[in-house]
């Protein structure tokens, strides 16, 4: 049974940094593609980060400079460190595992994170 169990969501004041992770189960975790989702209110899902297996990495445009994901494959981990986070960052964020061929995704249940004074 495959499992991603994200932690790490929190408030937190505008300028301030959050570090997610997401521990993954029952997948061959180091060929795997891991993500970074997020969700905010009444607007759609959209692609944060993602990390391939090669530790290729790939970034929305509006957190560049300010994320960073990374993976930790002896602990089957993904990793997402935000820093000087916006009120704009507030959404619930999901963990993604996307296997190499062709098969479905993974998603985890998400973890909120409100950026708020």
């Known amino acids: 049974q495959v499992q991603l169990v994200e932690s790490g969501g929190a408030l937190v004041q505008p300028g301030g940094s959050l570090r997610l992770s997401c521990a993954a189960s029952g997948i061959t975790f180091s060929i795997y593609t891991m993500g970074w989702f997020r969700q905010a209110p009444e607007k759609p899902r959209e692609l944060v980060a993602s990390i391939t297996a090669g530790r290729s990495t790939n970034y929305l445009h509006s957190v560049q400079g300010r994320f960073t994901i990374s993976r930790d494959d002896a602990k089957n981990t993904v990793y997402l460190q935000m820093n000087s986070l916006k009120p704009e960052d507030t959404a619930v964020y999901y963990c993604?595992?996307?296997?190499?061929?062709?098969?479905?995704?993974?998603w985890g249940q998400g973890t909120q994170v409100t950026v708020s004074s």
């Open positions: 993604v595992a996307r296997p190499p061929t062709v098969g479905n995704d993974y």
